[in-house]
């Protein structure tokens, strides 16, 4: 795949990668495996939050995202305020001349257009309006893959996540929420698609031999303290996840059944932490995930999975492993929906301990109708994805898309 004139297609990777949240990472892995099948021609680069991880784990060369080093760290001191100031300037000018550099740049799924966890406007949603800018500036086509977007209240993230979006060449979304809330917020969306997630396009573990009872239970937690709008009840938020989750372990303990801990990202680790101190038993137990492989791996050996971060539930039922969603943002209960499982979610801001576990037993008494529901529906994502990344190809790279339909005709 070559450029008009001649040289190989430049192609950019941006979002929040290699910074310790599995999910990212397993979208970015998703689109580079796009690439080397379809585009192997393709030079590859990222601009990223962890750029080190990622040159290390994906072999592609990568720029850190923000100048300052400091950026997601709290500034109280004048000198550290000042930092984040200048900061600010200079990624003008450092994205400006990365984005210059690159025929397309990729934004790898990721819930770029929401704001479901706290973020502040001049964090990532400013870096992304940078990016959407200098694209259309310089010409640089921008696509939002797959992402995930919801309605804004804080006016400034609002109208950055707006602007990023109309600047963006291609928009997919991975649910139809997502792209609901685009329209509501003023985006056209006429032309826009709603595709799985990108992580269901990742190989999938072959399937476990059952464990045998007592089955094994897979619990997936987060450090989750509510989202932009819960700042003044965040502590509150969180005891009651916690104690309800500790609850819901003991209760599982309590009938003999071994608990798996999972995470998604490095700040779960306090939550992990917590359980095992509150549970004091050798049922329990906590893994380290350093990918979705290994998540899926995880959850392909358990009867059932108990989970809050959206790309564990996505594992779980990745897998076909019947799953119970503890959900704290809609893209949780489009994607339960999507796959059959809609009577499977719990609200994570009012995690009831009891309830949530007569919810597990009416999972398990369907168990095997559920996987059978997850078999189908995966094919169903896969078929999609695959169609997208067709549809990807014909947007952003027009003269392999041509190429392609010359060698199919018949």
Not at 41 to 66: D, K
Not at 102 to 107: E, K, L, S, T, Y
């Amino acid at each position: 795949m070559t450029s008009a004139d001649g040289s190989p297609v430049r192609v950019g990777l941006f979002g929040l990668l290699g910074s310790g949240n599995l999910g990212n990472d397993g979208s970015l892995e998703a689109v580079l495996g796009y690439l080397r099948a379809e585009h192997p021609e393709a030079v590859v680069s990222a601009l990223c939050g962890g750029p080190e991880v990622v040159t290390a784990r994906f072999g592609i060369p990568a720029t850190r995202l923000h100048w300052n080093r400091g950026e997601y760290r709290t500034a109280s001191r004048a000198g550290a305020v000042a930092a984040k100031g200048l900061g600010k300037l200079v990624d003008v000018f450092r994205t400006a001349a990365w984005v210059r550099r690159h025929d397309v740049v990729i934004v790898p799924g990721m819930g770029v257009l929401e704001a479901t966890l706290p973020l502040r406007p001049w964090g990532f949603p400013y870096s992304l309006f940078l990016l959407c800018a200098t694209g259309r500036l310089f010409r640089t086509r921008v696509a939002l893959v797959s992402v995930g977007a919801a309605a804004i209240g804080n006016r400034p993230t609002r109208a950055l996540v707006r602007w990023s979006a109309r600047l963006a060449a291609y928009r997919s979304y991975r649910d139809a929420p997502s792209r609901d809330a685009m329209r509501a917020m003023g985006v056209d969306t006429t032309h826009d698609e709603v595709y799985p997630d990108l992580a269901f396009s990742l190989p999938t573990p072959p399937a476990s031999a059952p464990s045998g009872p007592p089955g094994r239970v897979c619990v997936g937690v987060m450090d989750f303290h509510g989202g932009n709008d819960d700042r003044a009840r965040a502590d509150e938020i969180h005891r009651r996840y916690l104690d309800g989750t500790i609850r819901f372990v003991r209760a599982l303990v309590g009938e003999g059944r071994p608990v798996r801990l999972l995470t998604g990202d490095e700040c779960d680790a306090s939550v992990v932490a917590a359980i095992l101190d509150a549970v004091d038993s050798p049922l329990v137990t906590a893994a380290e995930p350093k990918s979705l492989a290994d998540l899926m791996k995880e959850m392909a050996a358990a009867d059932t999975v108990v989970a809050i971060r959206y790309h564990n539930l996505i594992c779980a039922l990745k897998t076909g492993t019947p799953t119970l969603a503890i959900t704290y943002a809609a893209k949780s209960d489009a994607l339960m929906d999507r796959m059959g499982l809609g009577a499977y979610c719990h609200p994570a801001r009012e995690l009831d301990a009891d309830r949530l576990f007569e919810q597990f037993r009416a999972l398990e008494k369907q168990s095997a109708e559920l996987r059978q529901t997850l078999t189908e529906r995966n094919r169903a994502a896969a078929r999609l994805l695959d169609h997208q990344f067709h549809a990807l190809t014909a947007a952003l790279f027009p003269a392999a898309g041509r190429t392609q339909t010359l060698r199919e005709a018949p």
